[in-house]
């Protein structure tokens, strides 16, 4: 259960990489804007907060990615926590944004659920 949960874990630091690039690389592209549904204006409006949320993606993912490898090397304790704390912030940020936008629930379901399965699994394989 400990490896499923970690690679629970990794895929959704994976699917975080990839919100980080659409969210502070690719804002304004015709293809970040139709995952997000927002127009040029709106987009380059909110090019600043979208990149400082797309940061924020890459660091809940960084922060998996390193757990992962201390959990690798031997440092469980270590690595489980931050494992824990990255997919469990994303956990909350999905149930965030279902909660302030029931029309983004498809997108919050998919921020949420590999993370949630992840964080499970981790503690199964932990306390098992």
């Given at each position: 259960?400990?490896?499923?949960?970690?690679?629970?874990?990794?895929?959704?630091?994976?699917?975080?990489?990839?919100?980080?690039?659409?969210?502070?690389?690719?804002?304004?592209?015709?293809?970040?804007?139709?995952?997000?549904?927002?127009?040029?204006?709106?987009?380059?409006?909110?090019?600043?907060?979208?990149?400082?949320?797309?940061?924020?993606?890459?660091?809940?993912?960084?922060?998996?990615?390193?757990?992962?490898?201390?959990?690798?090397?031997?440092?469980?304790?270590?690595?489980?926590?931050?494992?824990?704390a990255g997919a469990g912030s994303m956990v909350a940020a999905?149930?965030?944004?279902?909660?302030?936008?029931?029309?983004?629930?498809?997108?919050?379901?998919?921020?949420?659920?590999?993370?949630?399965?992840?964080?499970?699994?981790?503690?199964?394989?932990?306390?098992?």
């Amino acid at each position: 259960m400990l490896i499923a949960g970690l690679v629970f874990a990794a895929v959704a630091a994976l699917i975080h990489v990839f919100i980080f690039y659409l969210e502070s690389v690719a804002w304004t592209t015709p293809r970040a804007r139709a995952v997000f549904g927002t127009s040029q204006q709106e987009a380059e409006a909110t090019k600043a907060l979208a990149l400082n949320q797309g940061f924020y993606n890459l660091f809940l993912a960084v922060s998996i990615a390193l757990g992962i490898v201390l959990v690798a090397a031997g440092q469980k304790a270590v690595g489980s926590t931050l494992v824990f704390a990255g997919a469990g912030s994303m956990v909350a940020a999905g149930l965030v944004l279902i909660v302030s936008d029931r029309s983004k629930a498809s997108a919050a379901l998919k921020q949420l659920v590999p993370p949630a399965i992840g964080v499970v699994l981790l503690a199964v394989g932990l306390l098992g």
